[in-house]
């Protein structure tokens, strides 16, 4: 494509030497002469005989004009005697004309050019031999020899179109120095290492894609350059319809000039064309400043190549039998029977509850050189014992510097003594409003949820971390610009993305998120009932390995934790928690938290007992599940096959009364008026029990035959 803003031009100078001199300004040497008859003409760049270097010069019609360029490196550049808003209407038309006949000139030019080219490679390419592994240049990749060919010391790589059939090549030299055909056409070409067809990578370079062919096994294509990765991505979608295709990128993050990172920007724009996923490689070590696949496998082996290549793709041959040979690993824990080491945790609570001090506090005992419950001989977070210390990482996007601050030191004097010492290299509290502002570990994009650039940024300093054991996102909605908790794809996705992060570290990950609001009608009683609280669609839940949830205590049973412990009542003081979630063992028994001073929560259930429910909280929980029976048509009875004891498995399960309590209670019940005992059809005795107002106490209860419904949570 011709530039069509022209290159400035000196006033009053003799028009070819004007053009000749615009020649010069670009930094190319300038032609001996220059002839304007609106003809193509080459002229040598680098050394003589090249040719690399095109001109068209007009001197007809009413105002000079010309275009000039470099066959090398693509150049182009326009020139006249006037700039375009100079120009008369006249003057603009005809200039347009000789820009349409620059543009033919150089197709016809291009077409012919190609086609020597192309004669010229095909010559080559069938009278070479086949190269071998042993080539200076592959030994120094560590590469195979994969359909390549050799011409004197150079390696030769041809360029195939969809067809293949071969339009130009590229040589290599021992020392890696390359050459491609003058005038070979590149764009949409390309050469391949077949394998398996069943996903398609693409590449830059060939040492690279070979890189890649060797780890994982499957077909690989090299485009050779960023600006052929698009036209050779839309090539091989068409050939590879059904295939998962993958574009590998290098990872320039040397090249800042003329764009920032040129293999990745590339390779993210083919990846989008054609709905792709790309790759960028990570480096632990960027002393000798590598950006390949191939430079990857050279430090850290081809393992790794193949890990990061892979991704979430799914090789079910790896999941043998043999995978599972030997003993089982142990169950690790971070916060015995509660975390889980190596997975991610949801901490769900309503806002102002504390969630923040408590994962921070947690935080702080990870990362002590010595746990917390060593120093004070207590148990450090949620009712049980850190197994496990190490690094900490919180990235908290709502408590800027100087909160944080403020609840290091409100946690230190809780306690009657500064950690900060021991845990200098071991704790990082991330406050991002003080750096930079939150960022998105998901985004939607055009074929779903995806990772964000922001989340490889973070990831990749968190896997260099050897002894990293516990990473804290806070909140979770603010981590992703998806909507997480009405879309249930984002939720499987987000929580994907932390466990395979959470699996690649070794780490416990826990994200802080919130609860729907509780209601007095209908108090949480139970583990799981509490799980029903946790905010948004199932798909956050179960795509975590345990679930934390701590809710309010109801006034009254607040008060009574507070008189039994000698503290003064406040709203929000007193909390329960439980497991509400855990894939496997764990303590899902609801446990008591205090307030403290420092706005921490504590356990306190040892000192508190058990909150037994008062007589009036008994009689709601019984009215309820008969209520709910007799709607069902399966009411109760007092006594009987029906009866409220013979049944007590579909009771609420916090009502444990023994054979001879329950039916007095339903006595005490039906006294008060809270309950009736009804006739049904077919009866003469009214011994059905329901509320006043339900269908059996004014005559409408049908019966329902089948399996009995299950326990009320």
Request: with cysteine.
């Amino acid at each position: 494509m011709l530039d069509f803003n022209p290159v400035q031009r000196p006033a009053n100078i003799d028009p070819a030497s004007s053009f000749a001199e615009a020649i010069q300004n670009a930094g190319l040497p300038a032609p001996g002469d220059i002839i304007g008859d609106g003809k193509l003409r080459r002229f040598d760049i680098k050394r003589r005989g090249d040719g690399a270097g095109w001109y068209v010069f007009f001197l007809d019609g009413d105002i000079p004009a010309g275009a000039f360029g470099n066959w090398q490196s693509g150049e182009k550049f326009t020139w006249s005697t006037k700039s375009r808003s100079e120009m008369s209407d006249h003057e603009r038309e005809e200039f347009n004309r000789h820009v349409e006949q620059i543009k033919e000139a150089r197709a016809a030019e291009q077409q012919r050019l190609n086609e020597r080219a192309r004669e010229h490679a095909v010559k080559v390419w069938t009278g070479t031999e086949p190269a071998t592994a042993d080539h200076p240049y592959l030994k120094a990749k560590g590469v195979g020899a994969y359909g390549l060919k050799t011409d004197g010391e150079s390696l030769v790589v041809p360029f195939f179109d969809i067809f293949g059939d071969v339009h130009s090549l590229q040589w290599i030299k021992p020392d890696g120095s390359k050459k491609f055909e003058y005038g070979g056409a590149i764009t949409g070409n390309f050469f391949i290492i077949r394998g398996d067809e069943s996903e398609v990578f693409i590449a830059e370079g060939y040492a690279t894609a070979a890189t890649i062919h060797e780890a994982t096994g499957a077909t690989v294509v090299v485009a050779f350059n960023t600006s052929n990765l698009s036209p050779v991505a839309e090539n091989i979608r068409s050939k590879y319809g059904r295939a998962r295709i993958t574009i590998a990128a290098d990872n320039d993050q040397f090249t800042t000039e003329p764009i920032a990172n040129p293999g990745v920007y590339y390779a993210k724009k083919a990846a989008e064309a054609i709905g792709a996923r790309f790759v960028v490689p990570e480096f632990g070590d960027i002393s000798t400043k590598p950006t390949d696949f191939n430079d990857l496998a050279r430090l850290d082996g081809v393992g790794a190549v193949k890990k990061q290549l892979k991704g979430n793709a799914l090789d079910i041959h790896d999941w043998a039998p043999r995978a599972y040979q030997g003993d089982a690993p142990e169950r690790v824990y971070l916060v015995e029977s509660t975390i889980p080491l190596a997975s991610v945790t949801i901490l769900a609570a309503m806002g102002d509850a504390g969630k923040g001090l408590l994962t921070l506090d947690l935080a702080l005992s990870v990362a002590a050189e010595k746990a917390k419950f060593e120093l004070l001989n207590q148990a450090t977070a949620f009712g049980h014992l850190v197994n496990t210390t190490g690094t900490a990482v919180i990235f908290t996007a709502e408590d800027d510097k100087a909160e944080v601050h403020r609840r290091i030191e409100q946690i230190a004097g809780a306690y009657g003594f500064d950690r900060r010492e021991s845990i200098e290299r071991r704790l990082m509290v991330v406050p991002l409003p003080n750096a930079g502002g939150p960022f998105s570990l998901v985004s939607p994009g055009k074929y779903g949820p995806e990772a964000t650039d922001a989340f490889r940024a973070v990831r990749q300093p968190l896997l260099k971390i050897d002894d990293l054991r516990l990473v804290v996102f806070d909140p979770l909605a603010s981590f992703c610009a998806a909507d997480i908790n009405a879309d249930p794809a984002v939720g499987a996705f987000t929580t994907g993305l932390l466990s395979n992060l959470s699996t690649e570290t070794g780490a416990s990950i826990i994200v802080a998120h919130h609860t729907n609001k509780t209601s007095s009608e209908k108090p949480i009683r139970t583990a799981e009932m509490a799980r029903n609280l946790i905010r948004g669609t199932s798909a956050i839940v179960d795509g975590v390995r345990a679930a934390y949830v701590l809710w309010p205590a109801e006034p009254h049973k607040a008060r009574r934790a507070c008189k039994t412990i000698n503290a003064d009542y406040a709203p929000n003081k007193v909390f329960f928690g439980a497991l509400v979630k855990a894939n496997g063992p764990g303590d899902r028994t609801v446990k008591t938290y205090v307030r403290q001073d420092s706005g921490l929560l504590i356990n306190m259930t040892d000192a508190i007992g058990a909150i037994e429910p008062t007589r009036e909280e008994i009689y709601q929980i019984l009215r309820d599940d008969i209520a709910a029976a007799a709607a069902d048509g399966r009411p109760f009875t007092k006594t009987g096959a029906a009866g409220l004891f013979e049944r007590r498995d579909e009771l609420f399960e916090g009502i444990r009364f023994s054979k001879h309590r329950l039916p007095e209670l339903a006595d005490e019940m039906v006294e008060a008026g809270i309950i009736v005992r009804a006739i049904a059809s077919g009866s003469k005795v009214p011994q059905w029990l329901d509320i006043p107002g339900g269908p059996f106490d004014n005559g409408t209860g049908c019966f329902e035959l089948g399996g009995r419904r299950n326990r009320r949570e």
